[in-house]
């Protein structure tokens, strides 16, 4: 089967931390490097037939972290993101966030919910970003759902990935790729990762750019997609 276009992309942005370690920076200076590369990386897939970049920024796992990090990043979310407004208006940008907004800092979900609300008609590009996010929480509150909307319906495939968080404007992703050489999914889009092709590059998140995008969808050209048939 031949492979269509890279229509829906998801990253993984791995090693902000090992960026900042290797220059003796603080880890937040690394977040803070990451959010630039973020931008380039948003710009250079307007360029591509991306129409969709989901995002892995924040885990159901990363409130482990030590408390001071993880206050400057839903500080730097609740900043950063409606400070972006202009610039998503200019390239008709639409912001989706995925993953349990209810248990965010109350700063932080008010700046989400203004920049969904200020960018839903746009569709040059959507960007999700998956926020409090975690691939099992994500299978377990659509079942939930699929239960208290009618609980003798029966559960498929189908009808888990109808009751997901915008499945209805997000379609099912292509490929999904990490950087800083790790090799895992970190509970990352375990549904839907069941057919995706993935990508794997040594490079840490904050050195990426618009050659990274091109080296992935030509790595996606190079693939082809059998979803269990044959070529």
Not at 89 to 101: A, D, P, S
Not at 208 to 217: C, G, H, L, Y
Request: glycine share 6%; proline share 3%; net charge positive.
């Amino acid at each position: 089967m031949e492979t269509k276009s890279l229509t829906h992309l998801a990253i993984i942005m791995d090693g902000n931390g090992r960026w900042a370690k290797a220059r003796n920076l603080p880890r937040t200076a690394g977040h803070l490097a990451g959010l630039k590369a973020l931008k380039k990386i948003i710009i250079a897939s307007m360029k591509s037939e991306v129409k969709f970049l989901s995002l892995y920024a924040f885990s159901t796992e990363n409130w482990r972290r030590p408390e001071a990090e993880v206050k400057y990043l839903m500080n730097l979310i609740a900043s950063k993101l409606p400070g972006e407004l202009k610039f998503y208006k200019k390239e008709q940008i639409r912001i989706l966030v995925r993953g349990n907004k209810a248990k965010l800092p109350t700063e932080t979900r008010q700046a989400i919910e203004k920049v969904e609300e200020a960018t839903k008609d746009y569709n040059n590009l959507t960007v999700i970003l998956c926020i409090n996010y975690g691939g099992h929480d994500e299978i377990v509150e659509s079942v939930k759902e699929i239960i208290k909307d009618n609980p003798s319906t029966e559960i498929t495939p189908q009808t888990i990935r109808e009751h997901m968080q915008y499945s209805d404007i997000v379609p099912t992703v292509d490929m999904i790729v990490r950087s800083a050489g790790e090799k895992r999914l970190s509970n990352f889009l375990l549904w839907e990762s069941a057919y995706a092709e993935l990508g794997f590059y040594d490079k840490l998140f904050p050195d990426w750019d618009e050659s990274m995008i091109n080296t992935v969808i030509e790595d996606y050209k190079t693939r082809i997609r059998k979803f269990g048939g044959i070529a």
